[in-house]
T-cell receptor, first 113, second 113 residues
């Protein structure tokens, strides 16, 4: 079946460096993508979203890039801070399936001091 | 606003026992969701309610029932708990059926022995 997956299960970066978290999706009909951050012991928290009519969207210190040709999504975090340590999930919508989301398995981001 | 609240935070059950997980949101959202999260896996949708008075099965509904008590509350019931239902359960809500951004509660950690 269709699925959303991540290339790297764990990513370690030095404080102050930029982080890039990748996600591959397989449903070419998906037209909405979202990134969530989940800190230990907490529920997922919205970071940023992007629709398929865009290639790039920027937020505060975060940028999401969408490459529909290769069905790839990435989350870039600038000047990574210790507070960015968390698991990051991408999710895609299910066109024709209401407003449900399909989540990827997550990437653990570890920020080293 | 408290956002999405869940009770209890932790629960231990014996196989065959029943229990209800409670969820409430104060954002006047129409849609609500129940997910389970297992180690190394993304969030999997159990049931959802697109609007008050409606409920639908998600990806993994077996062994669960839900009740959309009113617009604010959406409960998840385990009639006869099994060890395979050991997981962290998250409730979420979104504004309406055209909105994909979901707001999550803090989760309930359930252990079935």
């Amino acid at each position: 079946g269709e699925s959303v997956g991540l290339h790297l299960p764990t990513l370690s970066v030095q404080e102050g460096d930029n982080s890039i978290i990748n996600c591959a999706y397989s449903n070419s009909a998906s037209d909405y993508f979202i990134w969530y951050k989940q800190e230990s012991g907490k529920g997922p928290q919205f970071i940023i979203d992007i629709r398929s009519n865009m290639d790039k969207r920027q937020g505060q210190r975060v940028t999401v890039l969408l490459n529909k040709t290769v069905k790839h999504l990435s989350l870039q975090i600038a000047a990574t801070q210790p507070g960015d340590s968390a698991v990051y999930f991408c999710a895609e919508n299910n066109p024709g399936g209401g407003n449900k989301l399909t989540f990827g398995t997550g990437t653990q981001l570890k920020v080293e001091l | 606003n408290a956002g999405v609240t869940q009770t209890p935070k932790f629960q231990v059950l014996k196989t065959g026992q029943s229990m209800t997980l409670q969820c409430a949101q104060d954002m006047n959202h129409n849609s609500m969701y129940w997910y389970r999260q297992d180690p190394g896996m993304g969030l999997r949708l159990i049931y959802y309610s697109a609007s008050e008075g409606t409920t639908d099965k998600g990806e993994v509904p077996n062994g669960y029932n839900v009740s959309r008590l009113n617009k604010r509350e959406f409960s998840l019931r385990l009639e006869s708990a099994a060890p395979s239902q050991t997981s962290v359960y998250f409730c979420a809500s979104s504004e309406d059926s055209s909105s994909y951004e979901q707001y999550f509660g803090p989760g309930t950690r359930l252990t079935v022995t």
